[in-house]
């Protein structure tokens, strides 16, 4: 495949980076599970296992056993909060087998107790040894730092877990650590023995980026709307927050548009291969969305333009500078197609396809593609982009697009997402110093679709072949040469699928390196150290098993016999 170079630049808006001292870091993950086992110990190995790496953790204090008698408090019983209660107690019944009931009332301590918003910041008693006090179940203030967003603070002593944030979407990540404190078949359907532990501690954690996403194309390879939640499900574990959703391409078109019903129904009528495709209708892309907000991920969807739109062309012959419709197309070429630029018939289309697609997502962006127009000139280029961001600004969005854009004419607030391979694109560099903000999904680092090696039965290797290691070891701050840290908005795993058919494919090429892009998304930068990193990521390896992902055994990592 060929990969084209870009041009170009433009302004800026700064990503406020919640970074907590490394001072902070205490005794967490760059510890490796220690030999010995006694108590103390044991709780500051599970504690350091945890992934993302956390912000701060600090390990004592007694351990909190979930048995018959634990409840879920949700005090002030807010809607939203229930649901996480829900949510926590839907992972902890089938494995443990108690009742795990979630309760309004917020005296009873005895338990797992989920606090939102002024609780959080207000006075706290407990000492990170887990000692209750006066306040008992209050998060501690026991650092200046701002949970924020997307922050959390999970508090363990003998009597009770509290898990205090100032937002729901940060109970719910701190939801995912608490899975990951207790043993791996607590992830398993049936009832299993226990004994439940909880290491006592605590946990203070913020994510070092706001962007942290994941991509699956459905446009090569269609999947159905469970296929994404399941997806959905597996990126929620390791608090990734956006779902790009490449919905269209040269072999098919995944969303139906009311004003143009021909793109899903006949664009989205085959695959790679030749397959019999599919499309969402509008009430599966509603679905996909509310399953997403469900677990805290934002829809990012992607109309790919001017090129790889062969499936559109073919819909619409009037989409053509020829007026004559190419034959659907099921192969793996990319670069030959392109939307007409100098006709306005591509510009009410792409109005009234945005247009649609905005009306049915409640998340920023809309994704307009602009990678690989090879058969697009230049001047053809950016004369596209400059009409077509408009539209997205229109409909109240913010323009993400691969980093070709750089090339052209960014609007103010754009995002570009970087998918080069040596952060040598002096235009994507220069954009960034104008304000260009920037999301990394490096294709030799962060493509979950590049084989782990030259026998890996799935996946491309156009990148290179992309070992655990190779894909843990980058910095988004650093990567793009010349590219202000500042512009970074946070990094994205795509999964492009021409090789990829079933879930299970997905799940061998997502793990074990989708944990791993998710760590460099939210864990501060000093926690990044790959033999630390790859103890932590083998004893998810159990986890996986449990949840019943087939994941690549990579001999680089230590895993333990599951
Ligand atoms: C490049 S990177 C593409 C996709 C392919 C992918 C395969 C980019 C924005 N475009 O069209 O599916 O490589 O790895």
Redesign the pocket.
């Known amino acids: 495949?060929r990969?084209p170079s870009v041009r170009n630049h433009f302004p800026r808006i700064l990503c406020s980076l919640l970074l907590i001292g490394a001072s902070a870091w205490a005794s967490a993950p760059s510890a490796a599970p220690a030999a010995r086992s006694t108590p103390a110990d044991a709780s500051a190995t599970v504690l350091a296992r945890v992934v993302p790496a956390p912000a701060s953790v600090q390990a004592g204090g007694a351990s909190y056993v979930i048995g018959s008698g634990t409840r879920i408090h949700v005090p002030g019983n807010s809607n939203e909060v229930r649901k996480i209660g829900d949510y926590l107690a839907a992972v902890l019944r089938p494995s443990t087998g108690y009742p795990v009931p979630v309760v309004a009332d917020g005296g009873d301590r005895d338990g797992i107790v989920l606090k939102l918003g002024a609780a959080v910041s207000g006075a706290g008693s407990r000492t990170a040894a887990g000692a209750p006090g006066a306040g008992g179940g209050q998060v501690p203030r026991d650092t200046a730092v701002a949970l924020g967003a997307e922050g959390y603070r999970l508090i363990v002593s003998g009597q009770s877990v509290t898990l205090g944030a100032e937002q729901a979407a940060g109970l719910f990540h701190g939801v995912q650590t608490l899975r990951q404190l207790l043993p791996a078949a607590v992830e398993k359907h049936s009832v299993q023995s226990g004994p439940w532990t909880v290491p006592g501690g605590t946990i203070t954690d913020v994510p070092r980026y706001a962007y942290r996403g994941g991509m699956l194309?459905v446009s090569?390879h269609f999947f159905s709307v469970a296929q994404v939640e399941r997806y959905i499900d597996q990126l929620a574990l390791y608090k990734i927050n956006q779902l790009h959703l490449h919905l269209s391409?040269d072999q098919g078109w995944r969303i139906a548009v009311d004003s143009w019903p021909r793109l899903a129904a006949y664009g989205g009528s085959t695959q790679v291969g030749g397959g019999p495709g599919g499309s969402y209708s509008k009430a599966d892309y509603r679905e996909i969305v509310r399953y997403a907000a469900g677990r805290y991920l934002t829809v990012v969807p992607e109309i790919d333009m001017p090129g790889?739109t062969n499936a559109a062309l073919a819909s619409y012959a009037e989409l053509n500078c020829s007026g004559t419709a190419p034959p659907l197309y099921t192969g793996t070429q990319?670069g030959f197609s392109s939307l007409c630029v100098s006709k306005d018939v591509t510009y009410r289309f792409a109005d009234e396809v945005l247009g649609e697609l905005a009306a049915l997502t409640p998340g920023p962006y809309l994704h307009i593609g602009g990678?690989?127009a090879h058969s697009t000139g230049h001047a053809d280029y950016v004369t596209f982009m400059d009409k077509v961001q408009p539209i997205v600004t229109k409909y109240g969005k913010t323009v993400l697009a691969?980093h070709q854009l750089a090339g052209a004419h960014p609007v103010a607030g754009a995002v570009a997402q970087y998918?080069g391979t040596d952060g040598s694109e002096k235009e994507v560099a220069d954009a960034a110093k104008a304000g260009l903000r920037l999301v990394l999904s490096p294709?030799n680092r962060a493509?979950l679709?590049?084989k782990y090696t030259a026998s890996t039965p799935l996946g491309?290797d156009?990148?290179g072949l992309v070992e655990v290691k190779d894909s843990y070891n980058w910095d988004p701050a650093t990567f793009v040469k010349g590219a202000p840290a500042s512009a970074v908005l946070g990094v994205e795993a795509?999964l492009?699928t021409?090789t990829i058919v079933t879930s299970a494919n997905i799940d061998y090429m997502a793990f074990p390196r989708l944990p791993g892009i998710a760590e460099i998304g939210w864990s501060p930068a000093a926690t990044h150290q790959w033999d630390a990193y790859k103890v932590r990521l083998a004893a998810q390896g159990p986890r996986w098993t449990a949840l019943g992902i087939g994941y690549y055994r990579s001999p680089q990592v230590p895993w333990p016999s599951d």
């Open positions: 495949m990969r194309d090569r391409d790889h990319v990678d690989e691969w998918w294709a493509y679709d590049m491309l156009w990148a795509p492009w021409e």
